[in-house]
Every structure is written in structure tokens, then in C-alpha cells.
């Protein structure tokens, strides 16, 4: 079956430290990926786009890579700060079909420790 | 800068009763989406739109019903609610381009008693 996992639900790490958050896929094709932020009471906010034929992606403190033969996305956060502190989510944009349609992992989240 | 917008942000229901949640995207995006968030579970698609007057469904549809007559409007019916569709839903729109990002709504929290 299909199925999308990011790592443990929960990762606390010290401000100043990179942290490192994984999305691993079984069963998909993914013409990219995508991570957002999601804020408690709000909706997620896109941070990040990689297509299938991309290695790794940069913006500011954020990088994302991909490995479409591990099946594995690892994203980024350098010199975290506490304002970092959100639930990560990591959606994989399928290439069939005609809607653009995001299949979400069930997100990771992150609290920086002051 | 609307964005989209999800009317309304909360509601409480009796187990029967129906609702209409209405979402408004004003960047003219071709796509609609609805999706709900339960915890430890992810956004799982209901139902998604490709332009006015289409509707499809997604991977949790049964219970919901929905309609595209304006292409800013997407609408998200709950006939005869149930607890199970206690969540919080949310509604997100994106271009017709390959790849672009999806812009969410701020949520409405429904609860089913």
C-alpha cells in the first residue's frame, strides 16, 4: 500500500543546532515534493518545492533534498531559532491525473529550545 | 492579500444535522481543494475541483458532497453529520501549473456531538 512517514512525531532540538526532519514514501512516483509549515490553529504554509529530476533545493536557512531512489526526503533547518518551532508537513505532488493533487505525511514537530 | 478564506472557523452540530462550509480564493486559481486533518493522520483529500462546474472525489469523500458554480467558491456539504466528521477542515487552492504550491485556508473546526 501506499504510504507516506515522517520521522518520530515529535523532535526537540537546542537553538543554534541544525535540524534535520525525513520523509520517507513506499509505493509512489512523485513528480516532486513539497514541505510546509503549520502553525497551531492555522493552516499550512508552503516553504519548499523539489522535482524528481532535482538533488537538493536552498532557500536561506532551508534545504530540502531528494532521493528518488531511497524514496527519501531530508529537510533542513539551519541555525534553528525558537520562531522555527512548528509542525513540518511533506507532501508528494503525483504526476497522473489531471488536478494537482498533495498527499500529506502526517507531519513532524519541531520545537527549538531557547 | 484575502488568500483564501473558509467560512466559518468554528462550528458545533448535533449528530443529523447538516452545514455548508463555504471557501473563497481570490487569486483566481483553477484548482479547489478540501481536505480534513485529524490527529496523527495527515490532510486527507474529500473532494478536489479542476475549474467551475467540475468536482471529483478524493480519498475520503462518503459523507460529503460538494459544488464548484463559481470559480472562486468551493463549497463542502455535510448532509447528515456524524461524530466521525468531528475535524478540522481545511480548503486550499493552487494554479493549474504542474508543481506550484497549494495556499491553504485558516481551517474551521467542526465538532460532531
Known amino acids: 500500500s501506499q504510504k507516506i512517514e515522517q520521522n518520530s512525531e515529535a523532535l526537540n532540538i537546542q537553538e543554534g543546532k541544525t535540524a534535520t526532519l525525513t520523509c520517507n514514501y513506499t509505493?509512489?512516483?512523485?513528480?516532486?515534493l513539497q514541505w510546509y509549515r503549520q502553525d497551531p490553529g492555522r493552516g499550512p504554509v508552503f516553504l519548499l518545492l523539489?522535482?524528481?529530476?532535482?538533488k537538493e533545493k536552498r532557500k536561506e536557512r532551508l534545504k530540502v533534498t531528494f532521493d528518488t531512489t531511497l524514496k527519501q526526503s531530508l529537510f533542513h533547518i539551519t541555525a534553528s531559532q525558537p520562531a522555527d518551532s512548528a509542525t513540518y508537513l511533506c507532501?508528494?505532488?503525483?504526476?497522473?491525473?489531471?488536478?494537482?493533487?498533495?498527499?500529506f505525511g502526517s507531519g513532524t514537530q519541531l520545537t527549538v529550545l531557547p | 492579500n484575502a488568500g483564501v478564506t473558509q467560512t466559518p472557523k468554528f462550528r458545533v452540530l448535533k449528530t443529523g444535522q447538516s452545514m455548508t462550509l463555504l471557501c473563497a480564493q481570490d487569486?483566481?486559481?483553477?484548482?479547489m481543494y478540501w481536505y480534513r486533518q485529524d490527529p496523527g493522520m495527515g490532510l486527507r483529500l474529500i473532494h478536489y475541483?479542476?475549474?467551475?462546474?467540475?468536482?471529483a472525489k478524493g480519498e475520503v469523500p462518503d459523507g460529503y458532497n460538494v459544488s464548484r458554480l463559481k470559480k472562486q467558491n468551493f463549497l463542502l456539504g455535510l448532509e447528515s453529520a456524524a461524530p466521525s466528521q468531528t475535524s478540522v477542515y481545511f480548503c486550499?487552492?493552487?494554479?493549474?501549473?504542474?508543481?506550484?504550491?497549494?495556499?491553504f485556508g485558516q481551517g474551521t473546526r467542526l465538532t460532531v456531538v
Open positions: 523539489i522535482r524528481e529530476n532535482e
Open positions: 475541483s479542476v475549474g467551475e462546474g467540475t468536482t
Open positions: 486550499a487552492s493552487s494554479t493549474r501549473t504542474g508543481g506550484t504550491e497549494a495556499f
Open positions: 487569486m483566481n486559481h483553477e484548482y
Open positions: 509505493n509512489y512516483s512523485p513528480a516532486y
Open positions: 507532501a508528494l505532488g503525483l504526476s497522473s491525473g489531471s488536478a494537482r493533487q498533495l498527499t
